[in-house]
C-alpha cells in the first residue's frame, strides 16, 4: 500500500505563497487519485483539491479557485499544492490523501483510504 508524506506547510504572512508536497513511498502513484484536505481544531475537516491519477481532471473548493493549483509529477511520485494569496483562514493543517477511485466534483474523506500525516499551514503577520 501506498504511504504519503506531506511537507512544505510553515508560517507565511498574509498574501504570501507556499507549495506543499505529497511524496508517495511503497507503491506508485500513477494510478491514484490524489486531494488535499484541510482540518483546524474543533472543526470537520474539508476539501480543498483533487487530482485525477492521469492529471487530466482537477476539483477545487470555490473559495480556493484561482489561489490554489494542484499538480502531479509521476516521474517523482509526487503531488504538489501550489497557494497564492493566502488568508489567515487558510491556517490549517493539511493532508493529503489517496484512492484508486478518482475524483469527482464532490470529493469527500470517506472517498480516500489512505492519508498522510499532515504539515501545519500557519498565516498571519
Known amino acids: 500500500q501506498v504511504q504519503l508524506v506531506e511537507s512544505g506547510g510553515g508560517l507565511v504572512q498574509p498574501g504570501g505563497s507556499l507549495r506543499l508536497s505529497c511524496a508517495a513511498s511503497g507503491h506508485s502513484l500513477n494510478y491514484y487519485a490524489i486531494a488535499w484536505f484541510r482540518q483546524v481544531p474543533g472543526k470537520e475537516r474539508e476539501g480543498v483539491s483533487c487530482i485525477s491519477n492521469s492529471g487530466g481532471n482537477t476539483y477545487y473548493r470555490n473559495s480556493e479557485k484561482g489561489r490554489f493549483a494542484i499538480s502531479r509529477d509521476n516521474a517523482k511520485n509526487t503531488v504538489y499544492l501550489q497557494m497564492n494569496s493566502l488568508k489567515p483562514e487558510d491556517t490549517a493543517v493539511y493532508y493529503c490523501?489517496?484512492?484508486?477511485?478518482?475524483?469527482?466534483?464532490?470529493?469527500?474523506?470517506?472517498?480516500?483510504?489512505?492519508w498522510g500525516q499532515g504539515t501545519q499551514v500557519t498565516v498571519s503577520s
Open positions: 490523501a489517496a484512492d484508486l477511485r478518482d475524483c469527482w466534483t464532490y470529493f469527500v474523506d470517506s472517498d480516500f483510504n489512505t
